[in-house]
Protein backbone atom coordinates (compact mmCIF):
# COMPACT_ATOMS: atom_id res chain seq x y z
CA UNK A 1 0.00 0.00 0.00
CA UNK A 2 0.99 3.43 -0.67
CA UNK A 3 2.26 5.78 2.11
CA UNK A 4 0.31 9.08 2.06
CA UNK A 5 1.55 12.02 4.59
CA UNK A 6 -1.89 13.82 6.54
CA UNK A 7 -2.59 16.24 8.65
CA UNK A 8 0.42 18.06 7.85
CA UNK A 9 1.01 21.66 9.51
CA UNK A 10 3.15 24.30 8.25
CA UNK A 11 3.07 27.21 10.44
CA UNK A 12 4.52 30.45 11.69
CA UNK A 13 7.84 30.38 9.31
CA UNK A 14 9.96 33.24 7.49
CA UNK A 15 11.45 32.36 4.39
CA UNK A 16 13.44 34.28 2.41
CA UNK A 17 14.74 34.27 -1.64
CA UNK A 18 17.01 36.65 -3.31
CA UNK A 19 14.57 36.16 -6.17
CA UNK A 20 17.37 35.07 -8.59
CA UNK A 21 17.19 31.57 -8.23
CA UNK A 22 15.04 29.72 -10.78
CA UNK A 23 12.59 26.83 -10.31
CA UNK A 24 12.54 27.28 -6.25
CA UNK A 25 9.66 26.67 -4.56
CA UNK A 26 9.62 27.81 -0.82
CA UNK A 27 7.06 24.73 -0.28
CA UNK A 28 5.79 22.21 -1.94
CA UNK A 29 3.67 19.70 -1.29
CA UNK A 30 3.29 17.02 -4.13
CA UNK A 31 1.56 13.79 -4.28
CA UNK A 32 -1.20 11.92 -2.17
CA UNK A 33 -1.03 14.53 0.92
CA UNK A 34 -4.34 15.32 2.66
CA UNK A 35 -5.26 17.52 5.62
CA UNK A 36 -2.49 20.35 5.01
CA UNK A 37 -2.58 23.64 6.80
CA UNK A 38 -0.61 26.70 5.79
CA UNK A 39 -1.05 29.50 7.66
CA UNK A 40 1.00 32.27 9.45
CA UNK A 41 4.05 32.38 7.27
CA UNK A 42 5.95 34.81 5.55
CA UNK A 43 7.28 33.85 2.09
CA UNK A 44 9.28 36.63 -0.13
CA UNK A 45 11.38 36.75 -3.06
CA UNK A 46 10.66 33.04 -4.48
CA UNK A 47 9.39 32.11 -8.24
CA UNK A 48 6.62 30.08 -6.61
CA UNK A 49 5.60 30.59 -2.66
CA UNK A 50 3.49 27.62 -2.64
CA UNK A 51 3.51 24.71 -5.09
CA UNK A 52 1.13 21.87 -5.23
CA UNK A 53 1.79 19.41 -7.71
CA UNK A 54 0.32 16.05 -8.33
CA UNK A 55 2.53 13.08 -8.35
CA UNK A 56 1.56 10.56 -11.88
CA UNK A 57 -0.24 7.77 -10.75
CA UNK A 58 -0.10 8.19 -7.07
CA UNK A 59 -2.41 10.97 -6.51
CA UNK A 60 -2.61 14.94 -5.90
CA UNK A 61 -2.60 17.06 -2.64
CA UNK A 62 -6.15 16.97 -0.92
CA UNK A 63 -7.78 18.92 1.93
CA UNK A 64 -4.80 21.60 1.92
CA UNK A 65 -6.38 25.40 3.41
CA UNK A 66 -3.86 27.95 3.03
CA UNK A 67 -4.94 31.14 5.48
CA UNK A 68 -3.19 34.39 6.92
CA UNK A 69 0.43 33.52 4.97
CA UNK A 70 2.56 36.85 3.44
CA UNK A 71 3.37 35.85 0.66
CA UNK A 72 5.08 38.93 -1.33
CA UNK A 73 7.07 40.13 -4.16
CA UNK A 74 7.45 36.22 -5.40
CA UNK A 75 6.43 35.53 -9.45
CA UNK A 76 3.52 33.11 -7.92
CA UNK A 77 1.81 33.24 -4.89
CA UNK A 78 0.22 30.04 -5.34
CA UNK A 79 0.44 27.36 -8.31
CA UNK A 80 -2.22 24.96 -7.95
CA UNK A 81 -1.52 21.79 -10.30
CA UNK A 82 -3.22 19.43 -8.07
CA UNK A 83 -7.13 19.07 -9.87
CA UNK A 84 -8.04 19.67 -6.27
CA UNK A 85 -9.77 22.94 -4.85
CA UNK A 86 -7.65 24.48 -2.34
CA UNK A 87 -9.44 26.73 0.66
Not at 24 to 42: E, H, L
Not at 50 to 63: A, F, Q, W
Amino acid sequence: ELAKMANVVITNNVITADGNQPNINAVRIAGPTTSVTITDNSITGTPRAVHLRPETVIGSPSGVVINDNRLIANDIGLLNESPNAVD
